[in-house]
């Protein structure tokens, strides 16, 4: 192949992937939303023309200008107006999409049942419709209360008796964005605080948006308490969103950014590294010197001294097992936010949440995270502030 064809190449290559990748995205959406309108609306109710007409019309109005207000408020610019309307559907029509697919099960059983038509799709509607509104005003409040805590005990067997008992405070995916949550982050500070720890840890997705943006809603961080440190590392969200803002505002913040490095805590004459590693989309974002490097993080760390590493995504456990950590601290995940998305969420996390163990030594703790991403819904995943109380074996 000459130079030429292989520069006229690439361009056909990006536009197929770019063809590909819309058509994909249409053939989600077109069954996001029209599974909802089918079972609710078209499949046998026999609906008075006008009840037909107008719900086609409101399904196929938010079909069309779902992606407009997601890429307006999720773009570059990140428009919160746009986003909250867009993210609020979203969460809307995957209830509505899941709960429709279980009323086609309980469609064809009434009909196995005996139940004539429309009588069983009127049946199956209502039961639909009653359930989603439920789910969804309860995840909303679930979503929006400042979160319950979590206590977990952890035994770390090379941890020095002088260590025992030492509390850490785990919080993650806060995701300060298009909602206004000044009050609910004042709320998240205050409850660290009584908890009096000895550490308290942010590992990643601050905030969607820039710092200037989400200033007010990060400040109370500022006002966390922590005898011994305070660290921070970055998550995949900060890499829409100025990462390294992220980091040198955290620092401002009097927050220890573990940008692949470490520091070292201790207490009655033990000691732990408390280690860093950047997200693992950091590499791939073009932010400069900002990617994964557990080398880098632990270079003159002490070898016989037991390890805790921040990395915002439970897969990054790989790493952590290869360098000998003792204990991983991880987000990411939300539990799955709104059932039954967890099941997406374990085709590419070895954890949903909760504490796993990953080789003889190295153990994993998943946050169900404390705030939430997008819709601001919660179903059967509620958020934490996690208290991890270390052992000594």
Do not use: C
């Amino acid at each position: 192949m000459s130079v030429g064809e292989e520069v006229e190449t690439r361009p056909r290559r990006r536009r197929s992937r770019a063809v590909r990748f819309a058509l994909i995205v249409s053939a989600i959406l077109l069954l996001l939303f029209g599974v909802p309108w089918w079972t609710l609306l078209a499949s046998g109710n026999d609906w008075p023309t006008p009840v037909l007409v107008t719900g086609t019309i409101v399904a196929a109005g938010a079909l069309l200008l779902f992606p407009f207000l997601m890429f307006s408020g999720h773009g570059g610019r990140h428009r919160d107006g746009p986003a909250k309307i867009a993210d609020t559907t979203l969460g809307i029509v995957w209830v509505l999409f899941v709960w429709s697919l279980i009323g086609q099960v309980l469609t064809a059983v009434l009909w196995a049942a005996g139940v004539a038509g429309p009588a069983r799709y009127r049946i199956a509607t209502v039961v639909v419709t009653v359930v989603a509104v439920v789910l969804l005003l309860w995840g909303y409040a679930e979503a929006m209360r400042v979160p319950r805590v979590r206590r977990v005990e952890v035994t770390l067997d090379r941890l020095g008796r002088g260590l025992d008992g030492l509390r850490l405070v785990l919080i993650t995916d806060t995701h300060y964005g298009p909602i206004d949550r000044v009050r609910w982050s004042q709320g998240v500070t205050a409850a660290i605080n009584k908890l009096d720890p000895d550490v308290v840890a942010h590992t990643g997705d601050i905030a969607d948006g820039e710092v200037a943006q989400r200033r007010e809603q990060a400040a109370p961080l500022g006002d966390v308490r922590a005898s011994l440190a305070r660290v921070y590392v970055t998550g995949n969200h900060e890499y829409f969103s100025g990462a390294q803002r992220w980091v040198e505002h955290m620092a401002s913040l009097g927050w220890e950014a573990l940008h692949n490095r470490h520091l070292v805590v201790s207490r009655g004459g033990d000691s732990l590294v408390i280690a860093g590693v950047d997200d693992r989309t950091a590499a791939g974002s073009g932010v400069p010197g900002h990617h994964a490097d557990h080398e880098a993080a632990l270079e003159g760390a002490d070898p016989a001294l037991p390890i805790l590493l921040l990395a915002h995504q439970p897969v990054q456990i790989a790493g952590a097992v290869a360098h000998g950590v003792d204990l991983q601290i991880s987000g990411h995940t939300h539990g799955g936010q709104i059932w039954p998305f967890h099941y997406l969420v374990r085709l590419d996390q070895p954890a949903l949440q909760g504490l796993s163990r990953h080789s003889p030594r190295t153990q994993l703790y998943t946050s169900r995270g404390t705030g939430f991403w997008g819709p601001p819904f919660r179903v059967f995943a509620p958020s934490e502030i996690t208290l991890l109380t270390l052992r000594a074996a």
